[in-house]
């Protein structure tokens, strides 16, 4: 599928490393989920209002089932690659209970995956779990009321750019 | 080593957090059909004729099944004859908007939407009741015969508990009034999914799908496909989030296996979030009319309580919640008497079902307010009052609940405790800011004997020989944590480490019999049922290990038998047995709850539940009297769980239901028109987002309870019940005034206020001939207008949705890398997008959306920010998220307006282009409804009758009432921003006030595009600040103001711009108050009494946005507040 070029109305994308060819009217989340297998994005809502899709397009975390293939700008990382990166993050969530049916939890990791490359910049904030809130406010969870989301993002952080735990 | 009590890590975590765990909709079966539900789209209308043979004629289709596939006449079993009434598919008639009327399976899902609009339903619509008290009126439509004596009661409880009549003659201060909860979705992040297999060989069935409770899934779907129970097999499979909405049948589970066997093939239905919201089960509304009465020493005496149920269109739960929701007079506290008449009323709307709670948070509201009033009225510390009339534990209360432990008194007491509730409440006091402190307490249940058989459960462990211990139970664990759990007590029981014990729960082949994890009936129940079958394994592989080693006695410890004599691995044990099959040992039991009773219709007091679990929450708020907006600032939620088996888990468990719980005091409410669901969306569904909440901070205040598994008690809905009362008593501590109808929204706390302050606002309409033909129209709306266009008008116009329209392609998507080939793309008719974030969610629901798309992204030109000549040149492709990165700090105030603007994941998309021209914003419009301007100009507009309170226009409303939702278009303006317009030959530079020219509609020429956005920067004078109420942390604002101005040294204002969002159908300018503030040292005050006069002036608000124009006028005070600051 990748060694190709492109068809008409086919995109090139760059995914979790690999070349992938992809049709452009498309959104990323089905092109994720249906073709190539990466499930661990989810699609709860299908109108870029809940955050359960997320994935990293050039960094920045970007609502898949709401993103045209075509209008993708940059290498696009999913869970499945991130994860390894984002042990920290996985332990921590699941020592502070920060899932509980898990169906968010993806999206909720690749976000806080973005918010941990930054972490001595976020760490510098005056208030970072005002700001971790603020920053995973389009990542709905039903299930924690996120209090142990944020309570394990800004222990990440914190821990990443090598300052105290906030309590 | 135990693990009881111990924080253990959820057993699954690593396959939850890399995202490779299963939920349905991530299956791979490459065969599989895809599946869609035509639902009905009238409240209440006969089927006078159903065609299905084009839509089975389409290619690609590979079932189509109507109620003709089912038996003539069955019905969802449910609680049984004479309340089971809803069938599998509509029979004749449609009861709610929503009702299944037909359901197709086909080889992708656009064709199965292709199909479902190829069926050919002819409707004769009647009319029919929407709200309880309609369906009461004489002469209202029966929706069905009834066993009570009155119209529409589908169940009647009335009953005396305890003495009322010595309650009546002791109560000395009496509080009286009408308490409204209102119908909440549960809004799992998973939508309901089912993936069915029908084998035809067998004539089974598989199913994979989003449950808690799979032994209700094979009881209804084998009784409606006419096969035993046993060939309806459930599989596990990941479930995300139940909450009560996945505890019993719903429709998705026998249609996918319908489809399924009539198709031959695997089906895959999965609802849509419309679907969700729109046509799920949500929780009931309860309308609570309550009298309560205390004595002069503070004990309550008497609880009397008239209630009314609103069940939906069919019997699903209601009986059963309403049941337990009256019980909440009889349980906590200790009155004398309680009388209670409750009434379950059929109305035409979808179906309420089981959620969180279940009942008791309704009646709560009303039990938990009362109390307050009294305290308030006999001048007591309310959380005083409650320690007065905690009921004694080992007792039996009214409701006849034979409780065993309570520590609710140790609850109180570290709500007090953790808010320092008396410090701060004098502290409050004296400074009169307007925060308050609430309190309010709950109890619940651990499993009620609801149903036959509820009172057991089964559970069996394996033995492997490599040492492995796997707990098998057919309970499904939808984020509860309680595999994790029932982990944890067969790793202790047997002596094994955490992380060499599996679980398999729900499947029907391979579980025993186990009715599910509903009722909060999870630890109690397999907790007790696991925990007797790991003890009697453990005794069987003692009796092994002691032959073996010839030891006396033998101890479980590390996956070893140890005796005196030596140890032996548990593994090697396995083969010593001769009940060990294929190198397992497994032993299987049956656990029976005795000495509680199943209810029943013909008894009034019932011992429900093994033990009660008990919580107070307390909650420190402020109230922003200019706005409205209540804040939780913190939060403290104390539980009685008896034992926390993992404590981990109890205290997400009371997070979770206290955040739920908030949600539905401030803001979550399911919105009707028509009785069909207005809020079909997240976006319009005010769930908190992370921002909203406080620090939650759960207690648990530790204990033990012999008739628990282990000391435990229940958690998961307890947590749910008190925050309702908990908010509404402390507004009520902050600023006075009693809201007793959730959610708490902004729009009751600014009305209430305004009454008491005795505010009116006059506008005076009779004054103003250019409003007479508006206000004319609007008079006309309810006096027949809304009718006759909705009805009639809407069959004349564009077809959004109707049957017979073809769904839109999938739009070709350019992104040039020129300027010219991009409007040279637009000149041929191409729309315009940005990121197009908004655009491809829009035109689903464009009656003839645009075939090609281009997108401003790839153009080099449009994506930068350019400083120069003391403008900001900002081009139109520049992300929302690079604006705010990239505005200089004296524009601090444009870079928090766009920090507001939906969420971060939008802001690193969209594009300040997109925002400025996005879709109008009014939730008819957006989701779906046929109005004016989407449907054409015989169709109404469903705000003006419809609930206009939060999105609507007060000023300048015409004939559509929608407003411009970019908060840049506000902002900016304030900002002196133009826009520079591009076409193929061309350009031209306007202000940005001309940019609109209708709600969300932009002044463009043909083939026009906005290529970029100047922004004058501002010099050292010029201040500047914007505030925006809104829903929830990214909701498009309620209202919004912007307010910028030359501010001299000695504080005398020149160029002031006040510009207000969302309140009219462009942004819309203060004008009159902007200049009467030229060459002035402005207070406050002042410009509120300025704006104040402007606003009645100029406003004609809607029956219920009047309360807009005190919000937008207090964001303006806070803006003067900012300004004049510094």
């Known amino acids: 599928m990748s060694d190709r070029a492109p068809r008409a109305h086919e995109v090139e994308l760059i995914v979790n490393g690999r070349r992938v060819l992809a049709p452009a009217s498309r959104t990323l989340a089905s092109v994720l989920r249906d073709d190539l297998d990466l499930t661990a994005a989810k699609v709860a809502c299908g109108r870029g209002e809940c955050g359960a899709c997320t994935v990293l397009v050039d960094g920045r975390p970007t609502m898949s089932c709401v993103t045209a293939v075509a209008l993708v700008r940059g290498p696009v990382e999913t869970l499945e690659a991130l994860a390894e990166e984002v042990t920290d993050l996985r332990e921590e969530f699941a020592d502070a209970g920060a899932f509980q049916c898990g169906f968010c ?63 | 080593m135990s693990y009881i009590g111990a924080r253990v890590r959820p057993i699954d975590w690593e396959s939850r957090t890399r995202g490779e765990i299963r939920f349905t909709a991530d299956l791979s079966s490459p065969d599989h059909l895809h599946a869609a539900v ?68 086909a080889d992708t899902p656009e064709i199965a939407r292709a199909a479902l609009r190829a069926i050919r339903v002819r409707y004769r619509v009647r009319p029919a009741a929407l709200t309880p008290r309609e369906a009461l009126r004489p002469g209202a439509t029966r929706l069905h015969e009834r066993v009570t004596d009155e119209a529409n009661v589908a169940v009647l409880l009335r009953t005396d508990w305890g003495d009322v009549a010595a309650g009546e003659a002791a109560g000395e201060v009496v509080v009286e009034g009408d308490y409204v909860y209102p119908s909440v979705s549960h809004a799992c992040m998973e939508p309901n999914t089912t993936l069915a297999a029908w084998n035809e060989a067998e004539q089974k069935v598989e199913l994979w799908t989003s449950t808690q409770a799979p032994w209700f899934i094979a009881k209804e779907v084998s009784h ?110 200790r009155p004398d008497g309680a009388r209670f008449a409750s009434r379950l009323v059929d109305t035409a709307t979808q179906p309420g079902g089981q959620f969180r709670g279940y009942g008791t948070p309704q009646v709560s509201l009303a039990v938990e307010s009362q109390v307050d009033d009294l305290a308030h009225r006999l001048g007591l510390d309310p959380l005083e009052m409650r320690l007065r009339n905690v009921g004694p534990e080992h007792a039996t209360t009214l409701c006849g609940y034979a409780v065993t432990t309570s520590r609710l008194a140790d609850c109180l007491v570290a709500v007090r405790d953790g808010l320092d509730w008396d410090a701060r409440r004098a502290e409050h006091r004296t400074l009169r800011a307007d925060r308050g402190l609430g309190v309010a307490a709950g109890m619940h249940g651990s499993g009620a004997y609801a149903y036959e058989q509820a009172n057991r459960s089964d559970a069996a462990i394996d033995l492997f020989d490599d040492g492995r211990v796997r707990v098998r139970h057919g309970s499904a664990d939808a984020g509860t944590g309680q595999n994790t759990i029932l982990a944890q007590i067969a790793a202790s029981e047997l002596g094994v480490d955490l992380a060499d014990v599996e679980v398999l729960s729900m499947d029907s082949e391979r579980t025993p019999f186990e009715l599910g994890a509903w009722s909060s009936r999870g630890t109690h129940m397999t907790g007790s049922s696991v925990g007797l079958a790991a003890r009697e394994l453990a005794d069987q592989v003692r009796s092994l290990a002691a032959a073996k080693l010839g030891a006396v006695s033998v101890t479980l410890r590390d996956g070893k038998a140890v005796g005196e004599t030596g140890e032996v691995d548990l593994g090697d044990l396995v083969g010593l047995s001769d009940e060990a099959r294929d190198g397992c040992l497994s032993h299987e039991v049956s656990y029976v709850l005795e000495g509680t009773e199943m209810i029943s219709p013909d008894k009034d007091r019932f011992n429900l539940s093994p033990t009660y679990a008990y919580a107070a929450h307390g909650a420190l708020v402020e109230v922003d009297r200019r706005t409205g907006k209540v804040s939780v600032l913190d939060y403290v939620a104390a539980h009685d769980v008896g034992r926390a088996l993992n404590p981990t888990a109890v205290e997400g468990q009371v997070a979770g239901g206290a955040a739920m719980g908030l949600g539905a005091a401030l803001g979550e409410e399911l919105v009707r028109e028509g009785g069909r669901i207005v809020n079909t969306s997240y976006l319009h569904y005010a769930l908190p987002r992370s921002a909203d909440l406080p620090s939650i901070r759960p207690v648990i205040v530790n204990g033990e309870d012999a008739d628990g598994p282990y000391g435990a008690k229940s958690v998961g809905e307890m947590s749910i019940i008190p925050p309702g009362a908990a908010v509404a008593n402390a507004v009520y501590d902050a600023v006075g005034v009693r809201i007793t109808e959730l959610p708490i929204t902004p729009d009751k706390v600014v009305t209430a206020l305004a009454e008491q302050e005795g505010r009116v606002r006059r506008h005076h309409v009779w004054r103003r001939p250019g409003r007479w033909w508006v206000a004319g129209i609007r008079m006309l709306y309810p006096l027949g207008l809304h009718h006759v266009l909705h009805r009639w008008g809407t069959r004349w116009g564009r077809g959004v949705g109707a049957p017979g329209s073809v769904p839109a392609a999938p739009p070709r998507i350019l992104r040039p890398d020129t300027a010219a080939a991009l409007t040279a793309a637009v000149a041929d008719g191409a729309q315009a997008v940005g990121g197009g974030t908004d655009a491809l969610v829009e035109r689903e629901r464009q009656p003839r959306p645009a075939p090609v798309l281009v997108s401003t992204i790839g153009v080099p030109s449009m994506r930068r920010i350019v400083a120069e000549e003391g403008r900001l040149r900002i081009g139109a492709a520049v992300t929302l998220a690079e604006l705010e990165e990239s505005l200089p700090p004296e524009l601090a105030y444009v870079a928090a307006a766009v920090r507001s603007i939906a969420s971060p994941q939008i802001r690193n998309s969209a594009t300040v282009g997109g925002n400025l021209a996005q879709e109008k914003r009014c939730w008819f419009f957006r989701n779906g409804f046929p109005c004016y301007k989407r449907n054409g100009a015989t169709s109404p507009c469903y705000a003006v009758e419809g609930d206009h309170r939060f999105q609507h226009a007060a000023i300048d409303g015409h004939r559509c009432q929608a407003v411009t939702p970019s908060d840049l278009g506000t902002v900016l303006q304030a900002a002196d921003a133009e826009v520079v317009l591009l076409r193929a030959v061309g350009s031209r530079r306007i202000p940005l006030a001309e940019l609109y020219d209708g709600p969300g509609e932009l002044a463009l020429a043909a083939g026009e595009i906005i290529a970029e956005v100047v922004v004058p920067l501002p010099g050292p004078g010029r201040r500047g600040s914007f505030h925006k109420l809104a829903l929830y942390q990214g909701d498009f604002a309620t209202a919004s103001a912007a307010v910028t101005a030359e501010v001299a040294p000695d504080g005398t204002w020149s160029d002031v711009r006040i510009i207000l969002g969302a309140m009219a159908p462009t942004p819309w300018r203060a004008s009159a108050t902007a200049r009467a503030l030229d060459g002035t040292q402005p207070t406050t005050d002042g410009v509120r009494r300025l704006l104040d006069r402007e606003l009645d002036r100029h406003a004609h608000p809607l029956a219920n946005n009047g309360w807009k124009l005190d919000a937008v006028a207090g964001l303006v005070e806070h803006a003067v507040d900012d300004l004049l600051e510094r």
Do not use: W
Request: charge should be neutral.
């Open chain 1, 105 to 167: 939890t993806p999206g909720q990791l690749v976000h806080a995956a973005a918010l941990a490359r930054r972490a001595d910049e976020l760490v510098a904030e005056d208030d970072l779990p005002g700001v971790v809130r603020d920053r995973l406010s389009g990542n709905i969870c039903r299930c924690t009321g996120y209090q142990a989301i944020t309570g394990a993002v800004c222990a990440v952080l914190a821990r990443r750019a090598g300052a105290e735990v906030p309590s």
């Open chain 2, 38 to 105: 035509l639902r009905s789209p009238h409240a209440y209308a006969e089927i006078r004729s159903l065609d299905v043979s084009r839509a089975e004629r389409l290619p690609g289709v590979r079932a189509v099944i109507t109620h003709a596939d089912f038996p003539a006449g069955i019905t969802y079993v449910h609680r049984g004859a004479p309340l089971s009434d809803r069938p599998p598919l509509a029979d004749g008639v449609v009861r709610h908007v929503g009702q299944e009327v037909a359901a197709v399976a």
């Open chain 2, 224 to 333: 409606l496909l006419g096969i035993p129970h046993d060939h309806v097999i459930c599989r596990e499979v990941a479930v995300g989030g139940g909450f009560g909405a996945k505890s019993k049948a719903s429709e998705h589970e026998v249609l996918a296996a319908a489809l399924s066997r009539k198709a031959g093939r695997p089906v895959l239905l999965a609802l849509s979030r419309e679907e969700e919201f729109g046509a799920n089960k949500p929780r009931h509304r309860f309308e609570t009319h309550l009298r309560t009465s205390a004595d002069a020493d503070g004990t309550i005496r008497l609880f009397d309580a008239d209630i009314l149920v609103d069940n939906g269109s069919y019997n699903h739960m209601g009986s059963s919640v309403m049941r337990v929701g009256v019980i909440t007079l009889g349980s906590m506290y």
